[in-house]
Structures are given as structure tokens and as C-alpha cells.
């Protein structure tokens, strides 16, 4: 069911950028299998994600409790030492016990993997179990996530302007604004043109059309404190 559930969630890569919380997930269907049983089944599992659906910005999350998926999926990561797919492991440090903590730690050390995330800072502003971490590390509402991602290059923004008060003051607004408006003009296209929440994701209770928010993203900052620093004769690059 996950595999083609995988294959069919759409994403700017055309690849899921998000598998779940796989211990939340997987934990119901362990029953009475032994902790090799598991490993067998989740090796498998983890291959098969990693020849099928081949992107680093595919993620899973795991933690912050103690389970046998949890450890599982860590041990199986450790050994395969696949790029795909990504790895997040949640920590609360009232729930997770230290030596779990110390098993992803020593992952890190063996497959640059997990990442680490602050469990009761993203719960805090999401509520609990109602986030995920995906792609490229964003932290986006569960059963919901980006109805788009904008993007401003300052370096550019910098290029147009004559020093940093008119970089923040006049350019960089101006741009804001625009942005603003293309974000609302997608967004708009998506939710009230496109059908998109008529198909199957909806009506399966896969996805909920308010937990959807519009992404602002930026890039090019040091080549534009660069440029700003050049521009007011100032040194120390």
C-alpha cells in the first residue's frame, strides 16, 4: 500500500519528498514478528525505496519514541549506507531515552544520517503529531505541506541597489511584493482552478486542503552582503 501510495503523491520532483513517520506508521502491522523478522522486512523495504524512487530530498521521520521499527530503521541505514532515502530522527528530551539518542548519534558518525530535530519546538508551533520534516529539511504541516515555493535571489536584489539602507529599504521590498503576488496567483490557481483537492488524496483523507501554506525562500545572502559591503566601501569580506 505504501509503495503505491509513494508513487503517486505529487511532488515538484515528481518524487514524494515525505514517507512519513514510519514507526507511527509501521508499529500497528509488527505484531508478533521477532526483531530479525523486521530487519529482513525493512531492508528490503529500504532498497527497494532507493532503487524506485532515487532522491535525496525523499525523507523519512522517525522517533522520539523508543520503538522496534525506530531501531530497526536505524540499524538498516547504518548498513546500507544509502543516500535515499533522507533521515530525520525526532528528539524530546522527556520521551527519547539517551542510549536511542546515542544509536542515532553513531549512525550520523557511520552514514551522515539521521538529522536531528527538536521535537517540542516543532510541536509547539504545530501540534503534536501534525508536522513533518521533508525535503530539504523544511518542517511542513502533516496532511498538508507547500502549495508552493517562490524563491529570490538577493545577490540580484543587491545588484539593483545603491547601499544597504536602499537594499532594505526601497529594492528588496519592492520584490517582497512581487513574490507576494506570485505566490498568491499559484496558490489561488491551485486551490480554486486546478481540482487538485477533488482527487483521490482528499477523498482517501490522505491530505486536508487548510493544512497547505505557501513557501517564501531565498538565496544568494553572502553574495549579496558581499556586493552591498563593496558597494559602501566597507572591507572584511
Known amino acids: 500500500m505504501l509503495t503505491i501510495l509513494y508513487h503517486h503523491v505529487p511532488s515538484v520532483t515528481s518524487i514524494p519528498v515525505y514517507l512519513g513517520q ?13 526483531e530479525e523478522q523486521v530487519y529482513q522486512k525493512l531492508k528490503l523495504f529500504w532498497i527497494m525505496l532507493d532503487r524506485t524512487l532515487p532522491d ?14 525506530c531501531r530497526s530503521i536505524l540499524r538498516v541505514d547504518a548498513e ?11 528528539y524530546d528530551p522527556a520521551v ?6 546515542r544509536h542515532a548519534a553513531s549512525n550520523i558518525c557511520e552514514c551522515s544520517k539521521p538529522h536531528i530535530a527538536n521535537y517540542p519546538a516543532h510541536a509547539a508551533a504545530y501540534g503534536d503529531k501534525r508536522f513533518g520534516i521533508v525535503s530539504c529539511y523544511n518542517s511542513l ?10 524563491r529570490m535571489n538577493l545577490k540580484q536584489v543587491a545588484l539593483k541597489s545603491e547601499d544597504s539602507v536602499d537594499f532594505l529599504q526601497q ?6 511584493a512581487i513574490m507576494v503576488e506570485l505566490m498568491n496567483a499559484r496558490s489561488r490557481f491551485l486551490h ?44 572584511g569580506r
Request: proline content about 7%.
Open 22 to 34: 514510519l514507526d507511527d506508521v509501521l508499529m500497528p502491522f509488527v505484531g508478533d514478528l521477532t
Open 192 to 235: 480554486e482552478k486546478s481540482n487538485f483537492f477533488e482527487g483521490f488524496l482528499t477523498k482517501e483523507g490522505l491530505i486536508e486542503e487548510d493544512r497547505f501554506a505557501p513557501m517564501f525562500g531565498i538565496y544568494g545572502m553572502a553574495e549579496a552582503v558581499n556586493i552591498l559591503m563593496e558597494k559602501e566601501g566597507k572591507t
Open 80 to 90: 546500507l549506507k544509502q543516500i535515499a532515502p533522507n533521515l530525520t530522527f525526532m
Open 171 to 176: 529594492v528588496l521590498p519592492h520584490y517582497s
Open 141 to 150: 504541516p502533516l496532511a498538508g505541506g507547500s502549495n508552493t515555493l517562490v
Open 56 to 69: 535525496a530530498f525523499m525523507h523519512v521521520n522517525i522517533g522520539p519514541t523508543d520503538n522496534i521499527i
Open 96 to 101: 527519547t531515552p539517551d542510549d536511542l539518542l
